[in-house]
Nanobody
């Protein structure tokens, strides 16, 4: 099996920064894509940023210029550096990855449990 574990969430004031981390572990053969989604109360889960195995990145318009996604392939870890945070960024942030495992050699989606990010005004 594969597990994704997030860390780095917390409470910050508007204009502050946080760095989220997500480490994948388990019977991993390879990881195709890693990324971040978020879900605010009463809202649908939305994509924040993704990064491919080749290092290509895509960002939602509302975070361009403020957030940066990166990846450490040797550690099976993805990061999200969040700068200039605003109250509207408040949400639970979920790690996402498509992974091939020894148990299931076909690429399959996996989700972390989420980490809370709260931005106060």
């Amino acid at each position: 099996q594969v597990q994704l574990v997030e860390s780095g969430g917390g409470l910050v004031q508007a204009g502050g920064s946080l760095r989220l981390s997500c480490a994948a572990s388990g019977s991993i053969l390879s990881i195709n894509v890693m990324g971040w989604y978020r879900q605010a109360p009463g809202k649908q889960r939305e994509l924040v940023a993704v990064i491919t195995g080749g290092g290509n990145t895509n960002y939602a318009d509302f975070v361009k210029g403020r957030f940066t996604i990166s990846r450490d392939g040797a550690k099976n870890t993805v990061y999200l550096q969040m700068n200039s945070l605003q109250p509207e960024d408040t949400a639970v942030y979920f790690c996402y990855s498509t992974v091939r495992s020894y148990i299931n050699p076909a690429a399959a989606p996996y989700w972390g449990q989420g980490t809370q990010v709260t931005v106060s005004s």
